[in-house]
């Protein structure tokens, strides 16, 4: 059965991911600094984005509907919210920085990283 998202539930994932290795060492945001959204976006799990001084993450329900998903895909855009802090230059998002980091945060938490 699919779990039934809310900003609230995204709120808590990031805050439980936070305190977890690589990303207690990332110096970010605490968790009322950004603005969590449930979408219905078909074309994406999520995506990580600063509007207005703002990070916004935002999580469909199309595509994320297990915890272990929410947790992988919360994570995935955490690697993007970082580089965004850390001034990492990405020209493309999914690039070298971004696999590099990828990979620390795969095998920190056992994510599946051809999925991921």
Request: overall charge positive; glycine content about 4%.
């Amino acid at each position: 059965m699919a779990i039934t998202l809310t900003a609230e539930m995204l709120e808590h994932a990031y805050e439980y991911l936070c305190c977890q290795k690589p990303f207690n060492t990332w110096n970010l945001p605490p968790s009322e600094d950004v603005k969590f959204l449930v979408i219905r976006s078909a074309d994406r799990y999520a995506h990580y984005q600063m509007v207005g001084g703002v990070h916004h993450i935002a999580v469909s329900t199309k595509f994320v509907g297990r915890h272990e998903v929410l947790i992988a895909t919360i994570a995935h855009e955490l690697i993007h919210m970082h580089c965004r802090n850390a001034r990492i230059y990405m020209r493309n998002p999914h690039g070298k920085a971004f696999k590099k980091l990828a990979d620390d945060v795969c095998k920190a938490h056992d994510f599946d990283r051809l999925t991921f």
